[in-house]
């Protein structure tokens, strides 16, 4: 019997198109950083190991493909969290969630279903940003345990918290390689959040997501919900 709902954050809340519109012009200026510290959380994420220190770890990474050596690790690690986390996070006020998805964390709720969130990036002032503070039994970050999607362990911790087995849980994200594969992989249920195009498109060429359920529209998850709670 499901127990418990958790979701991704960035690209499964809102449209991810929704917030990179605000962060145009420093895309533009810190082109050549903003591609390295993304090939660096791919290096650090691939690699499958538990980091004690993830943030130094993924400075290091940073530095390294921006040819700076290692005096710079730190100056670094402080220019990821001024710039991308703090930098991104007042943009979040502007940006405005999925249809349905506000009423599908209520509908949850009167359900008696406990509700997760587990995301790959800090999520604090996001949700408070997003006005989404309050609904949530508990929530994750996974840099903080030191390991990324599709590491099993954020997952498994994240049932822990939220006091349900793995294979009570339905996790909900936006990526088949880190949200599916990495739920499926701690033992959980899964549903992809897609558009209404890449869903159709998905259905003419018969192609698999290996989630339990695909949808574009949280009506639809409400649904699924009401049948695995039945």
């Not at 200026?29 to 993830?54: P, Q, W």
């Not at 390294?64 to 730190?74: P, Y």
């Not at 998905?202 to 639809?220: E, G, I, P």
Request: with cysteine; aromatic share 14%.
């Amino acid at each position: 019997m499901l127990e418990a709902v958790a979701f991704d954050l960035d690209g499964t809340l809102y449209p991810n198109l929704n917030f990179y519109v605000y962060i145009i012009p420093f895309i533009l200026k810190e082109l050549k950083f903003l591609s390295a510290f993304g090939r660096a959380r791919n290096i650090v994420r691939s690699r499958r190991e538990e980091y004690e220190d993830f943030y130094t770890a993924q400075a290091q990474e940073t530095a390294k493909l921006l040819n700076l050596g290692d005096s710079s690790i730190g100056t670094t690690r402080e220019k990821i969290e001024r710039e991308i986390y703090r930098g991104w996070e007042p943009h979040f006020k502007n940006v405005k969630l999925f249809p349905y998805m506000k009423k599908m964390l209520y509908f949850l709720k009167e359900r008696r279903l406990r509700v997760g969130l587990l995301s790959d990036f800090p999520y604090k002032r996001k949700i408070v940003n997003l006005g989404l503070e309050g609904f949530w039994d508990a929530a994750l970050c996974s840099e903080e345990v030191g390991v990324l999607k599709p590491g099993s362990k954020p997952f498994l911790l994240l049932a822990d918290r939220l006091g349900v087995r793995p294979e009570q849980t339905l996790y909900v994200g936006n990526s088949v390689r880190y949200d599916v594969q990495g739920a499926q992989r701690a033992g959980m249920k899964t549903a992809l959040k897609t558009s209404f195009l890449q869903t159709a498109a998905s259905a003419l060429r018969q192609k698999s997501t290996d989630a339990n359920f695909v949808f574009y529209d949280y009506r639809q998850l409400c649904d699924y919900v009401v049948k695995l709670t039945t």
